[in-house]
């Protein structure tokens, strides 16, 4: 047995008592006031305030390259047209390997895949980073970057997902969800704000570096990690084509996994109008300034999110997840449809933070859903599929939005899109008792 392995056993003997300890001091649940506050109790489990940690850093520094990269190709190019032709860039890879990445999960150590895709995003930092300094002005290297860094992002999101149920007991694992994304919402608050006050005084190729140094901090806490190997079964396969079609036929002979991914799809294609937000500024709400309207519209959800999670113990308790779920998609198609209506700037950003709200409490409980619901030599492609379903709704979105706010007008298309969200949801809960009924 070498010095790594040793280590490793050594904090899974520490984590294992501590972890039990948690547990039974986590029995009684917090009283009074407490029990509206945020549910901290996974952060008493020293395996998953690890890989927790890990986010609180990167959540800011990823935004940083994300204002960043299309700000960079804008600079060289003047077209927004390039903008957008960079972010489908990086969805063809993002989708191909988070789906390979779900298969690869269930097949290796998820400790090791995080260690390796983790430190490959951080090589892939350095590389904007020296480009940037360079001068090189190419948008085809940008974009072979990006392409980059969201393959890396695609083989790491499964892994570091699928990871939370081998770290948390079940009942803990809404609140975990909690946790991890009021830190993600976070850091696309303070993020794109952070990159706005340092383009100015430091400079555009800096926003790259500080990211790298940030994704060193998260490879370290990963390290920390106790080893996360395949069940026996499961690590005698290897991940390929056969094991992703595996993952997508157990999904459709589980109907509550397929319905959380079809409540997704909902909320976010039909209900997600950010794609109007610039027409809704420049038009709407001009009077109020364009500037500040633009911005208040783009940071109105992420605030209501965070705040969701901040009060998230008022929810996270409760065991009827599937009743979550469904509530919490028509109070956010309920909310985006007030936004529609909204003819007041500050109308508008209440009902977009109360959407914030519902989709804080919606991820929360489809991520528990997942995790708790499908085995753990699936749990990877679960994941795999899960940031497909993330990462390509709002882009579906925007196409639809776009198109329809150009044919009716950007108010009637957000309001229509609202009203949609609620309809579908309220029909797909009629129609599928199995979601109505989940519970832990």
């Known amino acids: 047995m070498d010095a790594s392995e040793t280590s490793d056993d050594s904090r899974a003997a520490d984590d294992a008592a501590a972890d039990g300890a948690a547990e039974a001091e986590a029995e ?3 009283r009074g006031w407490r029990r509206w506050a945020m549910d901290t109790r996974p952060l008493r489990i020293p395996a998953y305030r690890r890989l927790w ?15 960043a990269v299309p700000k960079q190709i804008f600079d060289i190019t003047g077209s927004s047209a390039w903008v957008g032709a960079a972010s489908m860039a990086g969805l063809v890879p993002l989708v191909v390997f988070a789906l390979w990445g779900g298969a690869i999960a269930d097949h290796m150590d998820r400790r090791k895949l995080l260690l390796i895709t983790n430190s490959g995003i951080a090589v892939t930092s350095v590389l904007f980073w020296l480009q940037a300094i360079s001068g090189l002005d190419s948008v085809a290297v940008l974009m072979v970057l990006l392409a980059m860094q969201q393959a890396f992002w695609g083989l790491n999101a499964p892994a570091r997902n699928a990871s939370i149920a081998r770290l948390v007991p079940e009942s803990q694992l ?11 919402q976070t850091g696309q608050v303070v993020g794109p704000l952070l990159a706005g006050v340092l383009i100015p005084v430091i400079g555009l190729p800096e926003l790259y570096l500080i990211d790298a140094v940030a994704l060193c901090v998260t490879v370290w806490a990963v390290y920390r990690l106790p080893s996360l ?4 079964a499961a690590a005698k396969k290897r991940a390929g084509v056969r094991e992703i079609v595996d993952g997508f036929r157990y999904m459709s002979t589980h109907k509550v996994l ?26 709407t709400y ?9 911005g208040l519209l783009f940071a109105a959800i992420p605030i209501g999110a965070v705040v969701g999670g901040l009060f998230s113990g008022t929810f996270s308790r409760t065991k009827r997840h599937g009743w979550m779920v469904i509530g919490a998609i028509v109070a956010w198609g309920l909310a985006i449809t007030g936004f529609g209506l909204s003819g007041s700037l500050w109308w508008a950003v209440v009902f977009l933070a109360v959407a914030g709200v519902a989709d804080m409490v919606s991820m929360v409980f489809r991520g528990a859903i997942l995790l708790s619901a499908a085995t753990d030599e699936m749990r990877g492609r679960m994941q795999g599929v899960f940031t497909v379903v993330v990462a390509g709704g709002p882009r579906l979105a925007d196409v639809l939005h776009g198109s329809a706010g150009s044919a009716f007008g950007a108010r009637p298309a957000v309001a ?13 809960a009629a129609a599928a008792p199995a979601l109505r009924r989940y519970r832990i």
């Open 28 to 30: 009684a649940g917090p």
């Open 53 to 67: 940690s890990s986010t609180i850093v990167t959540a800011v520094g990823s935004q940083l390259t994300a204002v």
């Open 174 to 184: 809404a609140a975990a969800n909690a946790l991890g994304s009021t830190v993600m």
């Open 229 to 232: 190997p395949p069940l026996v």
């Open 258 to 283: 397929l319905l959380s991914f079809l409540a997704d799809i909902i909320a976010m294609v039909f209900g997600m109008p950010r794609a109007l937000f610039p027409q809704l500024a420049a038009e």
């Open 286 to 294: 001009a009077p109020y300034g364009e500037g500040l309207a633009l």
């Open 416 to 428: 229509g899109g609202g009203l949609l969200v609620v309809l579908a949801m309220l029909v797909l």
